[in-house]
């Protein structure tokens, strides 16, 4: 029996019940993924124990001395995996990473220019809800409705009328490559700071299946809890001592308080993996699957968004394709055992509690050794499903059919 299971039943069961729904649901939400044992073990470990304000070797508490060594270790590996000089480990969130980068780089009241929510922005990029449109003036650039894609032309046009002091660029909802170097040349020509925010393509980024913004961007942010496959947590990278400086002052003491050293210990360990030639073979997988399951949807009769990907995700129009709603498409998933979330596409018209179509990643299930064939086979099940969402009979025998194929790819 586990010390949990002892201790505490009910946390117990629930872990348990999650655990069992890992395994057996097709997870297709492209902004998770399923960790390493090692970095599991390293998450759950006595450095949760801890406290360590400050950063290696200028600690404001005793008894760093090993603490120091992981958090520089992870600050060693990182450095290497995107060839960038300074790096700071310890943002507790994607979000909080952002918050410390865009309070180095302006001023409270400065405008920031970001890519909208709807379009497939993120929420730190300006949004009025957030920290970001509400302590700046902020300003958005979408893509064409018509191909999908960011209009180069438009972002400059927008740029060179708002005059912002930071260009945000990055996405929660692209699937085609982002021009980094186009984006400098219009933050140069406006006179603003470019962050790059590359939550979503870290992944591809760090094995070179995308271009890097290292280089262009002033400063770059991530996630590492999604293609980077890591613990949940933020990065903070720069090339520039100046602004390396500033940021790690911005996020501790100006953001943070003490970093969650077993998160570092698991960003460290995440990082060495990422480092290996079997994590490149990983994620040349994970882009040939996403091309895969755009593939066989388009051959389904299916609208997808910008008519392929490039990268780990692929956005389905089911609203024009199919005459339902991604959210009655994510809930009806449900039911067969297939995880993904409902998400606007460019111009839709409807509410984003509804939206007119979903989002599907292949991280998570390359990671359990999914195929392109394993691929296309999903695809047939999610066209299924929604041909037959009124018969119970027809999903109940497609969920049998997910939990079968789930079996083959176990996660732990
Ligand atoms: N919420 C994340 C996603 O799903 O893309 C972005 O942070």
């Known amino acids: 029996m586990s010390y949990l299971e002892k201790e505490d039943k009910e946390v117990f069961d629930l872990i348990e019940l999650e655990h069992k729904r890992q395994n057996e649901h097709i997870e297709l939400i492209a902004s998770e993924n399923f960790v390493s044992k090692a970095v599991l073990e390293a998450q759950g470990s006595i450095l949760t124990n801890k406290y360590a304000e400050g950063y290696p070797s200028k600690r404001y508490y005793g008894g760093c001395e090993f603490i120091d060594k992981i958090e520089d270790l992870a600050r060693e590996r990182l450095k290497k995996l995107f060839n960038v000089k300074y790096v700071n480990v310890q943002a507790h969130s994607g979000s909080s990473a952002n918050m410390a980068a865009i309070r180095s780089l302006i001023n409270h009241g400065d405008k920031i220019l970001g890519m909208s929510l709807d379009a497939g922005g993120h929420l730190t990029h300006g949004y009025k809800l957030s920290f970001s449109g509400q302590d700046y003036e902020s ?10 894609l960011i209009d180069y032309d438009e972002v400059r046009r927008i740029a060179l009328e708002v005059k912002p002091n930071l260009i945000i660029c990055g996405a929660s909802a692209y699937p085609r490559e982002i ?7 219009i933050a140069d020509e406006c006179g603003a700071y470019l962050m790059a925010d590359i939550a979503h393509i870290a992944g591809l980024v760090a094995t070179n299946l995308h271009n890097s913004p290292i280089g262009y961007a002033d400063v770059i942010t991530s996630t590492t ?33 003490g970093p969650l050293e077993h998160i570092i210990a698991a960003k460290a360990v995440s990082f060495k993996e990422d480092l290996e030639p079997s994590y490149k073979e990983y994620m040349v997988n994970v882009v040939k699957n996403a091309k895969a ?38 809930d009806l998933l449900q039911k067969v055992n297939i995880t993904v979330n409902k998400n606007s596409i460019p111009g839709d018209k409807e509410k984003p509690m509804f939206t007119s179509g979903i989002r599907l990643g292949t991280p998570a299930m390359t990671t359990k050794g999914y195929s392109e064939e394993d691929f296309r086979l999903v695809a047939n099940i999610i066209n299924k499903a929604i041909n037959n969402r009124n018969d119970e009979k027809v999903l109940s025998s497609l969920k049998e059919e997910v939990i079968a194929l789930n079996k083959k790819h176990p996660t732990f």
């Not at 009769?301 to 005459?323: A, C, E, F, P, Q």
């Open 293 to 330: 399951l755009a593939d066989e949807f388009i051959k389904l009769g299916y609208k997808v968004i910008s008519g392929g990907t490039d990268n780990h995700m692929i956005l389905l129009d089911v609203k024009s394709t199919k005459g339902v709603t991604g959210k009655e498409v994510e």
């Open 179 to 185: 021009d980094f170097k186009k984006f400098k040349e």
């Open 139 to 148: 300003f958005t650039y979408g893509v064409n409705i018509e191909t999908g």
């Open 225 to 257: 809890h999604k293609t980077l496959r890591g613990p949940r947590g933020g990065i903070i990278m720069t090339n520039d001592e100046e602004l390396a400086k500033k940021i790690d002052k911005t996020l501790f003491p100006g953001c943070q308080g």
